[in-house]
């Protein structure tokens, strides 16, 4: 277990029931108060929203429907954050994945592959090897931890935003290609006017209190001011890791498909017989309601070709596989072009660039199934936003209040 977490952000039960526990447990006002500190009231619900074992509007419903909550509150400007990079995913789809603008921060040649010292977490960085153990321990990460990261990662060692990105993307429980990989490219400039930078005391102010010694990193690299530092990412070469010998974890293997326990994929001779069939993918398990019991045949499927190039820890896929063999009748893995056959033309899914956040799914689903968008909770502007603010100034000209927005009320 990690000293000075809460229970809430080491371990994440798979279930709707958690989702919703997790849910009613929200405060905005005192979200607001610690949101910024890493022991402090935020939720962990990012892994639920990600696999989508509870919609953002169902959330936020639950929520208005004990509190208020309106566009000024922190907890909307942190559920409009996730909703902006998935607006821009809808729009510019797998460029994403490439510099979404030419970056001047620093004339050099970044690496192409992240140092065997961070991915063991033994940099001699306090903050950078706590971050590295929490991340392969629970599979999650506060934001602000996830940004010091990556800003350490770019802007200090000159490792390219992308192989950063892939590899915290594989370990996290909530990865997601829009939210993960923009918000590295906002950290390293190319999605944002200016590299994000972060120092020693910035991490003392937010380090969990119950673990300070871990993360203060004072007398390292980031003990300097925000101007040497700024002069670090535009100017100077690999800073290296500190001096002296230290201690480091092994990495967890990345897997392109589920552990062995998890790989048969007979399903027998069109086991869902004369029933419709419903196609549920990893960013869509939502719970079964008692009215669809004797209705549509849950098919889960995996599309492995698209794990090759992006593929996750043994923890993210016993989290996945876990929820799918709750919420399916049967799991397919393999390509999902194999099913074209098998399926009859009556079967659907849900699947979209913003239900399905991984490249290759929304094709290969789109290529067997009728498909349909998944819900949002904000509106989605039909022109690429390129920042934030322009996005939620949008969301709210053209909604009244947050629960007008929730019934669909727009101006």
């Known amino acids: 277990m990690i000293a000075g977490l809460p229970q809430r952000l080491q371990e994440f039960e798979p279930t709707h029931a958690e989702a919703l526990r997790r849910v009613d447990a929200l405060h905005p006002a005192k979200y607001a108060l610690s949101r910024n500190a890493?022991?402090?009231?935020?939720?962990?619900?990012?892994?639920?929203?990600?696999?989508?074992?509870?919609?953002?509007?169902?959330?936020?419903a639950r929520v208005v429907q004990r509190q208020r909550l309106n566009f000024e509150d922190k907890l909307m400007f942190e559920f409009a954050w996730r909703e902006f990079f998935h607006h821009v995913y809808s729009r510019e789809g797998d460029k994403v994945l490439r510099d979404m603008r030419p970056t001047s921060v620093w004339a050099g040649t970044y690496?192409?592959?992240?140092?065997?010292?961070?991915?063991?977490?033994?940099?001699?960085?306090?903050?950078?090897?706590?971050?590295?153990?929490?991340?392969?321990?629970?599979?999650?990460?506060?934001?602000h931890a996830r940004m010091w990261l990556a800003s350490y990662v770019v802007h200090l060692r000159k490792v390219h935003w992308r192989a950063g990105a892939d590899w915290m993307y594989g370990h996290l429980l909530d990865g997601d290609v829009p939210s993960n990989h923009l918000s590295w490219q906002w950290v390293a400039g190319t999605f944002s006017s200016k590299p994000y930078l972060f120092n020693a005391d910035n991490v003392a102010k937010y380090a969990p209190k119950g673990d300070f010694k871990s993360w203060v990193s004072k007398g390292s690299v980031?003990?300097?001011s925000y101007e040497e530092l700024d002069d670090i990412a535009r100017h100077q070469d690999d800073v290296g890791l500190e001096a002296g010998t230290h201690s480091g974890v092994t990495e967890p293997a990345l897997l392109g498909a589920p552990p062995a326990e998890f790989a048969s994929t007979s399903l027998g001779a069109k086991p869902w017989g004369k029933r419709s069939i419903e196609l549920i993918h990893p960013w869509a398990m939502s719970e079964r309601s008692s009215s669809e019991a004797a209705g549509a045949w849950r098919l889960g499927v995996l599309h492995l070709p698209a794990h090759a190039s992006l593929p996750w820890s043994e923890r993210r896929w016993h989290w996945v596989m876990r929820r799918l063999q709750h919420v399916c009748d049967g799991?397919?893995?393999?390509?999902?072009?194999?099913?074209r056959q098998s399926l009859p033309l009556r079967a659907h899914g849900q699947t979209s660039s913003t239900a399905a956040p991984h490249p290759g799914y929304a094709a290969a689903l789109e290529a067997v199934a009728e498909v349909s968008a998944a819900p949002r909770l904000l509106v989605n502007p039909q022109q690429t936003c390129r920042s934030f603010s322009t996005f939620y100034e949008q969301v709210k000209r053209q909604s009244r209040s947050v629960s007008a927005l929730l019934n669909g009320e727009l101006f």
Do not use: C, K, W
Not at 40 to 49: A, I, R
Not at 120 to 140: F, P, S
């Open 111 to 143: 690496a192409a592959e992240l140092p065997a010292d961070i991915r063991e977490g033994r940099t001699g960085v306090n903050v950078i090897d706590a971050a590295v153990r929490q991340l392969y321990a629970t599979g999650y990460l506060h934001n």
């Open 331 to 339: 799991i397919f893995i393999g390509d999902v072009s194999g099913l």
């Open 222 to 224: 980031v003990d300097q």
């Open 38 to 60: 890493l022991d402090g009231e935020v939720s962990g619900l990012s892994p639920y929203f990600t696999h989508g074992v509870v919609g953002m509007r169902q959330a936020v």
